[in-house]
């Protein structure tokens, strides 16, 4: 098992910036990558960023590449996402993810084994 807690989100204005943090515990030697997700209020899911756990390899959707950044401490089994020039388009649930799968297709939630709980990011514009 693994778990992931959130941390970071909070009501900022267009333009602001926020870090999120995810911590996992438990069996972390087994995390093969950790995505980002979110979800606004009536819309689906999608996809926001993913790094592989052993590797220098991220990807990002189109919707946030040049503003946000995915980076991991290993030492710390902590993923952060740095999200800059924030939009209202922005503001959503935003969960971590962890996958245990060698091969994966990163941006699909299906290839993530545990979730967080969700931290709110809210962009007033």
């Known amino acids: 098992q693994v778990q992931l807690v959130e941390s970071g989100g909070g009501l900022v204005q267009a333009g602001d910036s926020l870090r999120l943090s995810c911590a996992a515990s438990g069996r972390t030697f087994s995390i093969n990558a950790m995505g980002w997700f979110r979800q606004a209020p009536g819309k689906e899911r999608e996809f926001v960023a993913a790094a592989l756990w052993g590797a220098n390899f991220t990807n990002y959707a189109d919707s946030v590449k040049g503003r946000f950044t995915i980076s991991r401490d290993n030492s710390k089994n902590t993923v952060y996402l740095q999200m800059n020039t924030l939009k209202p388009e922005d503001t959503a649930l935003y969960y971590c993810?962890?996958?245990?799968?060698?091969?994966?297709?990163?941006?699909?939630?299906?290839?993530?084994?545990?979730w967080g709980q969700g931290t709110q990011v809210t962009v007033s514009s």
């Open positions: 993810a962890a996958s245990l799968s060698a091969v994966l297709t990163m941006s699909a939630a299906r290839a993530y084994n545990y």
